[in-house]
T-cell receptor
Framework: EAQVTQNPRYLITVTGKKLTVTCSQNMNHEYMSWYRQDPGLGLRQIYYSMNVEVTDKGDVPEGYKVSRKEKRNFPLILESPSPNQTSLYFC???????????????FGEGSRLTVL | AQSVAQPEDQVNVAEGNPLTVKCTYSVSGNPYLFWYVQYPNRGLQFLLKYITGDNLVKGSYGFEAEFNKSQTSFHLKKPSALVSDSALYFCAVRDKYNNAGNMLTFGGGTRLMVKP
């Protein structure tokens, strides 16, 4: 089954304790991206990756890191989480990048993170 | 720059009645437009898209949307609402010539409540 898998789905942590949210897709997609969803703000892009070893900042990258060592995986790293990073996070992927891509994004089920 | 506005936080409709969820957009070039639906505790699911051609596009679950270039709108519609349509709906836009990050800009979301 084609899917984007995120883990963990739910996490409560404390300020400053490093954490990683994993994301894996099995569709051989070039493009992957992380979003955060906050009430009234819709989805805002954190980081994206056009292909292996190619990553770049989205709208709200502060406090986050990513890596793309393999095509299927795109982990989101919070080196020192703070309460303002409490949010619902989504990983998404798409087959192609750039002008060739008219297709839709495929989303994971979401990871709800609470930072105390 | 590209942006999306969903002017209604919530839309209430009785089952069997037609529904409309509004979306207006702003892009500097030609738009690619999308609608996504989010059910509770789930990721976003693709509903439909407008790329080019016929202004009326049909998608999943009986939904359709009409692209109106002069009004820069892409409203989501369904002739007869079901209780199971109750969910959070997101409109998204991408400038056709935006090759940077394949970025979709999402609206703030509209909660659709269909009452029996």
């Amino acid at each position: 089954e084609a899917q984007v898998t995120q883990n963990p789905r739910y996490l409560i942590t404390v300020t400053g304790k490093k954490l990683t949210v994993t994301c894996s897709q099995n569709m051989n997609h070039e493009y992957m991206s992380w979003y955060r969803q906050d009430p009234g703000l819709g989805l805002r892009q954190i980081y994206y990756s056009m292909n292996v070893e190619v990553t770049d900042k989205g709208d709200v990258p502060e406090g986050y890191k990513v890596s793309r060592k393999e095509k299927r995986n795109f982990p989101l790293i919070l080196e020192s989480p703070s309460p303002n990073q409490t949010s619902l996070y989504f990983c998404a992927s798409s087959l192609r990048t750039g002008a060739a891509n008219t297709g839709e994004l495929f989303f994971g089920e979401g990871s709800r993170l609470t930072v105390l | 720059a590209q942006s999306v506005a969903q002017p209604e936080d919530q839309v209430n409709v009785a089952e069997g009645n037609p529904l409309t969820v509004k979306c207006t957009y702003s892009v500097s070039g030609n738009p690619y437009l999308f609608w996504y639906v989010q059910y509770p505790n789930r990721g976003l699911q693709f509903l439909l898209k407008y790329i080019t051609g016929d202004n009326l596009v049909k998608g999943s679950y009986g939904f359709e949307a009409e692209f109106n270039k002069s009004q820069t709108s892409f409203h989501l519609k369904k002739p007869s609402a079901l209780v199971s349509d109750s969910a959070l709906y997101f409109c998204a836009v991408r400038d056709k010539y935006n090759n940077a990050g394949n970025m979709l800009t999402f609206g703030g979301g509209t909660r659709l409540m269909v009452k029996p």
